[in-house]
């Protein structure tokens, strides 16, 4: 995984020698999870695909999840707390946003909640939302999300739990900041004893989507640059 280079080539030739970047977003307290494990593989599939990676471990970092007054879109003059502006220049940077996350009690950790209000939501107020104006950093790119639950698909969608996030989280983010669109890879059964037969399928499942995210973010660049 890379940071992008600080170089100053041309505005011709820096176009035509960026890599797509994909900025990867953990929200897992536990470096030996299976949501890191995923991350891991993902960063694999995208670098064989000679594509970069940004990878922002929210807990790994001590991100503050916690919205100041100060921070929301009022009247007036308005500018990102410093930590912000680091996770929005990262934002503005990449080709895709790749959420990676377990579900718990139904929803993202508060982490990736606070990301959300914090840094995806910097400066865009409710009136901006519901307008669906687009988020500057956001708009027109991919959303992708992966979510790990230890209950299975089927009991989640019993509970109307996977219907729910779709809807609240995915596509509430997907539309309301003038996204592209979304992706949502669930990965149920995460277990401490869960085979490996099992975990090394679903890491699979991980690499060809990452691969087929390269794939439609180098045609989008493909065609921002020759236009």
């Given at each position: ?19 797509p970047t994909h900025l990867v977003v953990c929200a897992n307290p536990s470096p030996s999870s299976f949501d ?192």
């Open positions: 995984m890379t940071e992008q280079p600080a170089t100053n080539p041309s505005p011709g030739a820096a176009a035509a020698d960026r890599r890191h494990a995923i991350v891991a593989a993902y960063v694999e599939a995208a670098t064989e695909c000679h594509q970069e990676v940004v990878v922002r471990d929210l807990y790994a970092l001590g991100f503050d999840p916690v919205l100041k007054a100060d921070e929301r879109p009022l009247q007036g003059d308005w500018s990102p707390a410093p930590d912000v502006a680091v996770e929005l220049d990262h934002l503005a940077k990449c080709d895709i946003l790749v959420l990676v996350y377990p579900i718990w009690f139904a929803l993202p950790p508060a982490i990736l909640i606070g990301y959300v209000d914090r840094v995806l939501g910097a400066g865009y107020s409710f009136r901006d939302l519901h307008d669906q104006v687009g988020q500057a950093a956001l708009r027109g790119k991919p959303l992708l999300s992966f979510s790990t639950s230890g209950t299975s698909q089927s009991w989640l969608n019993e509970q109307g739990q996977a219907v729910s996030l779709r809807e609240i989280f995915d596509v509430y983010l997907w539309r309301g900041f003038g996204m592209k669109q979304s992706e949502h890879i669930a990965i149920d059964s995460i277990v401490p004893n869960m085979s490996q037969t099992y975990a090394a399928e679903q890491l699979e499942r991980v690499r060809a989507t990452a691969v087929r995210a390269c794939s439609m973010i180098a045609s989008v660049g493909h065609r921002s640059t020759t236009a």
